[in-house]
């Protein structure tokens, strides 16, 4: 096999290499992964460590997490169901994943920990718990145009009302106050932390702001709980979701945390064996607590990996995690804003770029389609990242990229050579153009007369590099 090298970013220089006292802190991961060295084929030939910059989408596995699927799956068995002992060991683990999810979101004594199959399931399963009086919901829920679709589309089909995101967090904060104020609003949903550009809110503020209106708030963190602790109680939130498969974890689990009263009372969310009391021809009596909304059989192996997951983040030093990331952020932020045409993207002109952010950044390269772009990364450097409109069509609107943007994301598995790789790559095209022709294949951008092939267990399905649904106009 051959091993591609690249050159240092000409555009974006450091002391002693790339690793000087500012940027030593990320040469290296933070945790370990699964498939941190899995070598991606290069169109021009050889091979190259494959650059994961789309932890956003979904991070790779925590390899103690996939040690630990590894030590259960032999127990994997029915879950409240069963007499038998491996139905007991994977009831007890399945019930104790509540628990350690409960401690590690900061999680109040009585809150409901819901399992669902991701972030947007968890939403859903709220929207359809809003409170309801004589038939008619007892308020709106509220929500800024920034929000990822997750955090959208469940309140369109209750009464809502949106809000436009002003110029600054501090504007848009005085509008969501405006809102607040006309009342008749039960629920403020607002994300985390944005998955477009990594932007956080200032949640316990918000919490505040709501409830002093008389409104519960909701919490998307899908993007903000792989990269900083959330403590509910503390913030005073009241819902609180997020993804296994974003935090580390396979298996595609989600979870909703949070108070007791609204979940116990809405419509069950999945009809089916588990949610009832008991169940007549033509009738039935629903139970209560997280049983109400995990109709079926549940995902065992979700849950767990993703309570072992979040042990294994909330052991970390939360002064290195952070310094890890944000080296890693200013680098290639830096870096990019050094590359002639290249543009990074933000909310709020107010956001702190050192410390109001997450590993998520935004940027676009004037003269060339984002999905080009994403293309020839992957095709003749190795790197791996988003482009599209990352399921936040109003947000990509309102930023002026009708057709998209890239963003690079990364995590405890990222190192700087990671960022290094995508700036050399992207400094390369603004100096010499494609080193490939490049045509667009049901939708997405691929190398034409590609011959590089998949691992012999991986189909190579014509068309299935389609775009996805969140890229289309």
């Known amino acids: 096999m051959t091993t591609a090298t690249f050159p240092a970013n000409p555009g974006f220089t450091a002391p002693a290499g790339i690793l000087n006292d500012r940027f030593a802190v990320a040469g290296r991961p933070l945790s370990a992964v699964t498939g941190a060295e899995i070598q991606a084929?290069?169109?021009?030939?050889?091979?190259?460590?494959?650059?994961?910059?789309?932890?956003?989408?979904?991070?790779?596995?925590?390899?103690?997490?996939?040690?630990?699927?590894?030590?259960?799956?032999?127990?994997?068995?029915?879950?409240?169901?069963?007499?038998?002992?491996?139905?007991?060991?994977?009831?007890?683990?399945?019930?104790?994943?509540?628990?350690?999810?409960?401690?590690?979101?900061?999680?109040?004594?009585?809150?409901?920990?819901?399992f669902t199959r991701n972030t947007t399931d968890s939403l859903n399963l709220l929207a359809g718990c809003l409170p309801v009086k004589d038939g008619r919901h007892t308020g709106e829920?509220?929500?800024?145009?920034?929000?990822?679709?997750?955090?959208?589309?469940?309140?369109?089909?209750?009464?809502?009302?949106?809000?436009i995101a002003a110029a600054t967090l501090s504007e848009t904060i005085e509008n969501l106050r405006s809102e607040l104020r006309h009342g008749d609003v039960s629920l403020l949903a607002v994300t985390g932390a944005s998955n477009v550009t990594g932007e956080i809110l200032p949640i316990?503020?918000?919490?505040?702001?709501?409830?002093?209106?008389?409104?519960?708030?909701?919490?998307?963190?899908?993007?903000?709980?792989?990269?900083?602790?959330?403590?509910?109680?503390?913030?005073?939130?009241?819902?609180?979701?997020?993804?296994?498969?974003?935090?580390?974890?396979?298996?595609?689990?989600?979870?909703?945390?949070?108070?007791?009263?609204?979940?116990?009372?809405?419509?069950?969310?999945?009809?089916?064996?588990?949610?009832?009391?008991?169940?007549?021809?033509?009738?039935?009596?629903?139970?209560t607590g997280p049983a109400r909304h995990e109709g079926g059989s549940p995902n065992v192996l979700g849950a767990a990996t993703l309570a072992r997951a979040t042990q294994v983040i909330a052991a970390l030093d939360q002064e290195l995690?952070?310094?890890?990331?944000?080296?890693?952020?200013?680098?290639?932020?830096?870096?990019?804003?050094?590359?002639?045409?290249?543009?990074?993207?933000?909310?709020?002109?107010?956001?702190?770029?050192?410390?109001?952010?997450?590993?998520?950044?935004?940027?676009?390269?004037?003269?060339?389609?984002?999905?080009?772009?994403?293309?020839?990364?992957?095709?003749?450097?190795g790197v791996g990242l988003r482009d599209g409109r990352f399921c936040a069509h109003p947000l990509l609107k309102r930023l002026g990229l009708p057709s998209g943007s890239l963003r690079a994301s990364f995590g405890v598995g990222s190192r700087l050579e990671d960022a290094q790789r995508l700036l050399a790559g992207i400094e390369e095209l603004r100096r010499s153009g494609l080193g490939w022709d490049y045509v667009v294949d049901s939708g997405r951008w691929v190398p034409a007369n590609d011959t590089r092939s998949y691992p012999d267990w991986a189909p190579n399905t014509p068309g299935t590099a389609g775009a996805a649904p969140c890229t289309d106009d």
């Open 321 to 381: 995690w952070h310094a890890h990331e944000s080296a890693i952020r200013s680098f290639l932020v830096e870096g990019l804003q050094k590359i002639d045409g290249v543009s990074v993207h933000q909310i709020f002109s107010d956001t702190d770029q050192s410390t109001d952010t997450i590993g998520v950044v935004n940027f676009s390269l004037a003269g060339y389609d984002a999905g080009l772009v994403a293309a020839y990364l992957s095709a003749e450097h």
């Open 41 to 114: 084929p290069l169109i021009q030939g050889g091979h190259v460590r494959y650059a994961n910059l789309d932890y956003g989408a979904s991070a790779p596995a925590l390899s103690v997490v996939s040690a630990y699927l590894n030590e259960i799956l032999p127990y994997y068995a029915s879950v409240h169901r069963g007499a038998g002992y491996a139905s007991q060991i994977s009831t007890s683990v399945y019930e104790n994943a509540r628990a350690i999810v409960r401690e590690f979101v900061g999680g109040r004594p009585d809150d409901s920990v819901i």
């Open 141 to 163: 829920v509220l929500y800024l145009d920034i929000e990822h679709h997750a955090n959208l589309l469940p309140w369109q089909g209750v009464p809502h009302r949106s809000v």
């Open 204 to 287: 316990r503020q918000l919490a505040a702001l709501a409830h002093e209106h008389g409104a519960r708030i909701v919490v998307d963190a899908a993007q903000l709980a792989p990269h900083r602790r959330v403590d509910i109680a503390a913030d005073d939130v009241d819902y609180l979701a997020f993804s296994g498969h974003k935090l580390y974890a396979p298996f595609g689990a989600g979870v909703l945390v949070g108070r007791t009263d609204w979940l116990d009372a809405g419509t069950p969310h999945l009809a089916g064996g588990g949610a009832v009391r008991e169940a007549r021809l033509d009738s039935v009596s629903w139970a």
